[in-house]
């Protein structure tokens, strides 16, 4: 059973440790005193095109404190089935994506990554599998998972700039 991170009566991320899309380990908590909008992401999907709005979302809002961080994730129709190096290459390349990519993982299921344990676990404050490609979570700079997307909200969406913006302020 992957473990939990508790943060007062919800789950905190910081505590987490996630592999990087070069290799490398990252601990959540370097992004600590950030929001983040977390995403499981896919090369092959009819929601890739998203990137170009996460990119633009990143842009607009990372001297402020923004941070996107994206999870590849297979478990989807296999829409992203290339290799760490294949999925950065096509992000740098097909929609100029600058910001954090990580290691492929399940969000879903037994090898469930503790991340998505502590986003969508039983504990989490909105539990349930994830349903598809581009699912978002956003998380204020405390660690704690403040709302949840579906996969087609768009990164342009009103309501998530809002959440994005009222989670700066």
């Given amino acids: 059973m992957p473990a ?13 440790e996630v592999k990087t899309i070069t290799g490398d380990l990252q601990k ?3 992004f600590k005193g950030k ?15 998203q990137y170009t709005g996460l990119e633009a979302l ?8 923004f941070e996107v961080l994206a999870f590849p994730c297979n478990q989807f129709g296999a829409q992203e089935p290339g290799t760490e190096e294949e999925i950065q ?15 492929k993982i399940e969000v879903n299921g037994e090898s ?4 998505y344990e502590a986003l969508n676990g039983s504990n989490a404050k909105f539990p349930g599998d994830i349903s598809w490609n581009f699912e978002k979570f956003l998380i204020d700079q405390d660690g704690q998972v403040v709302a949840r ?9 009103e309501s998530l700039v809002a959440d994005i913006e009222k989670s700066l302020s």
């Fill in 28 to 30: 959540l908590e370097d």
């Fill in 149 to 157: 997307y579906n996969p087609k909200t768009t990164p342009e969406d």
């Fill in 58 to 65: 990143y842009q607009k809002y990372k001297d402020k404190g």
């Fill in 35 to 49: 929001t983040l909008l977390i995403v499981n992401v896919a090369s092959a999907c009819g929601l890739t095109p």
């Fill in 112 to 115: 469930k990554s503790p991340l």
């Fill in 89 to 103: 290459t096509f992000c740098s390349t097909k929609y100029s994506v600058s910001f954090p990519l990580f290691s």
């Fill in 4 to 16: 939990t991170f508790l943060l007062g009566d919800q789950m905190s991320i910081h505590q987490i």
